[in-house]
């Protein structure tokens, strides 16, 4: 049996059922033994699954206009980007390429800091990074309070510990982690605490019964926790998901956990801990309503594809002269086709921007004209 199994069935037997969050937060995070701290690749062909960081620079293109969107409506003065839970660091290598060639007074004042909890990614970020100017980044376990900040966070939030929960005839259950015949097993029982039985209420949303869910509590700490060391700035969150209509629809009654291995995709989450990568898709429209709560007020929402095409890097891919081929922007073409093109990732990730400061958030081109889920 897996070491990290065994030593989740041996603090079951002492404690009893865990929640599931406290599964996760093991199977992922444990210092050792967890999936995201292990010395291991976990992103690209050679890894579990793909991002889009490692499949192309575009999103990273398109996030560093906006950026640079973000900077000119907060004054242009020195920025702080903030990046959670950075990957290899390909995303932010792209952001600072394309500042440093196409907004050098803005990349001059810039501070970068990113925000990681396993010391073997750090590792690979510094590997990634090591080209930038020496100084411009920094690691933290939480950025102290800045004036004008953007914040970053690419398929972070699918990732934080999550508690399953189903809506029965007698009201809503919670789905624990216990033993069965010696191995990991499911078991209900009661809401774990007051967070858990009244998220919907919070959140306003209420999935019917028989429908299983995930109630992402993190999410919203997270999002609080971020919101008190920015004074002014945005906070933008990259992930894949669905609003509330989506998720709580027959196609999805038994909730969206699921685990990725060696590029497959796994059903069971209670299967070799600490050895997959276990997510949920996130639901935005809880997500939309813990934002603005504790952030403030909504800047916008829509699909990756859209705000790729908007974000204003199309004039910049564009350049040149059209009537010879070029291999590199044939390839660029093909990479932004399949980031943006609906029934892929262009429609399953979503893009939601948060504003925090005084007035009206200043207008981001990737966001301009979309609207907040529902």
Not at 144 to 162: G, M, S
Request: hydrophobic fraction near 40%.
């Amino acid at each position: 049996m897996p070491e990290l199994e065994q030593l989740i069935l041996e603090i079951i037997r002492r404690q009893g059922p865990l929640t599931f969050a406290r599964y996760m937060e093991a199977a992922l995070y444990h210092p050792d033994l967890g999936y995201y701290m292990r010395d291991r690749e976990r992103f690209g062909i050679d890894g579990d699954f793909v991002t889009a960081p490692t499949l192309s620079p575009i999103l990273g293109r398109a996030l560093a206009e906006t950026v640079y969107d973000a900077w000119c409506g907060l004054g242009r003065g020195n920025l702080r980007l903030v990046e959670y839970g950075p990957g290899r660091g390909e995303m932010m290598r792209d952001i600072l390429a394309c500042l440093a060639a196409e907004y050098p007074e803005l990349y001059r004042g810039l501070e970068v800091v990113l925000v990681e909890v396993s010391p073997s990614l750090a590792a690979s970020q510094r590997r990634t990074l090591a080209h930038v100017t020496p100084g411009k980044v920094t690691w933290s376990g939480e950025p102290d309070c800045a004036r004008d900040t953007v914040v970053l966070a690419n398929e972070f939030v699918d990732a934080l510990p999550l508690h399953r929960v189903r809506m029965e005839p007698g009201g809503l259950v919670e789905l624990y982690v216990g033993e069965k015949e010696g191995r990991l097993a499911w078991v209900a029982g009661p809401p774990s605490s007051p967070e858990v039985a009244g998220f919907w209420a919070q959140t306003g949303l209420v999935p019917p019964e028989g429908q299983s869910a995930e109630v992402c509590t993190a999410a919203g700490e997270w999002l609080a926790q971020t919101a008190r060391w920015v004074d002014r700035g945005f906070l933008l969150v990259v992930d894949y998901g669905l609003e509330a209509a989506g998720l709580f629809s027959p196609a999805r009654a038994g909730g969206t956990v699921r685990c990725f291995a060696r590029h497959r995709l796994v059903e069971d989450p209670l299967l070799h801990p600490g050895r997959q990568d276990i997510t949920a898709h996130v639901n935005f429209s809880a997500l939309a309503r813990l934002g603005e709560r504790s952030f403030g007020p909504a800047a916008g929402y829509a699909t990756q594809g859209r705000f790729i095409l908007h974000s204003g890097i199309m004039e910049k891919l564009a350049r040149g002269d059209s009537f010879v081929f070029d291999p590199a922007r044939h390839r660029l073409a093909e990479e932004l086709k399949m980031l943006t093109l609906p029934g892929g990732m262009g429609e399953i990730f979503k893009v939601m921007a948060f504003y925090r400061g005084d007035g009206r958030a200043p207008v981001l081109r990737g966001m301009a004209g979309t609207r907040w889920p529902v």
